[in-house]
T-cell receptor, first 114, second 115 residues
Framework: GNSVTQMEGPVTLSEEAFLTINCTYT??????LFWYVQYPGEGLQLLLK?????DKGSNKGFEATYRKETTSFHLEKGSVQVSDSAVYFC?????????????FGQGTTLQVKP | DTGVSQDPRHKITKRGQNVTFRCDPI?????LYWYRQTLGQGPEFLTY????????KSRLLSDRFSAERPKGSFSTLEIQRTEQGDSAMYLC?????????????FGAGTRLSVL
């Protein structure tokens, strides 16, 4: 079945450091891929998405590229801020015609220190 | 506020009691999803509705769980005879399915603690 695997956290970085959170997936067909972020006490928010191979999603300085050959969708940011501290979830959704349900990884906690 | 709203935010109950949660989706959204999230894990799909029809239920959704969306607007999730293993965050999400993009917008969740 479809699944998502994320690197384990917590990831602790100093402000302005480079961030990578690894995400790999297993899926039939060509899923859409997402990164969601969960700030303390808040609901999940869509951070970025990519719907086909080689697409790059980007938002708020974060980027991720849909790599079909390595079945990966790693999240990157060149310079993190304290306000980026949150839990990040990688997720996939099956091809069109599917229910649209999301399959999530276990989440990676990011802590950014001043 | 036009986001997804869930009520209550927190619920503490004793084992064996019944609980009901409510979700109000974004008004024009035709799909509504329920997920469950336990500590340190990602959300897991429970069930979803297209308008008022419940079209899929996960095997996680035992017969003690029931969900409704009677008029295709708000939805309720009921858990009967709660067990300690039901303690989790219950998330609701809604989306507008148009045959293309299907971005799900999440509520803040209802945290259930079963004592």
């Amino acid at each position: 079945g479809n699944s998502v695997t994320q690197m384990e956290g917590p990831v602790t970085l100093s402000e302005e450091a480079f961030l990578t959170i690894n995400c790999t997936y297993t899926a039939t067909g060509y899923p859409s891929l997402f990164w969601y972020v969960q700030y303390p006490g808040e609901g999940l928010q869509l951070l970025l998405k990519a719907t086909k191979a080689d697409d790059k999603g980007s938002n708020k300085g974060f980027e991720a590229t849909y790599r079909k050959e390595t079945t990966s969708f790693h999240l990157e940011k060149g310079s993190v801020q304290v306000s980026d501290s949150a839990v990040y979830f990688c997720a996939l959704r099956g091809p069109s015609g599917n229910t649209g349900k999301l399959i999530f990884g276990q989440g990676t906690t990011l802590q950014v220190k001043p | 506020d036009t986001g997804v709203s869930q009520d209550p935010r927190h619920k503490i109950t004793k084992r064996g009691q019944n609980v009901t949660f409510r979700c109000d989706p974004i008004s024009e959204h035709n799909r509504l999803y329920w997920y469950r999230q336990t500590l340190g894990q990602g959300p897991e799909f429970l069930t979803y509705f297209q308008n008022e029809a419940q079209l899929e239920k996960s095997r996680l959704l035992s017969d003690r769980f029931s969900a409704e969306r009677p008029k295709g607007s708000f939805s309720t999730l009921e858990i009967q005879r709660t067990e300690q293993g039901d303690s989790a965050m219950y998330l609701c999400a809604s989306s507008l399915e148009t045959g293309g993009e299907n971005i799900q917008y999440f509520g803040a969740g209802t945290r259930l603690s079963v004592l």
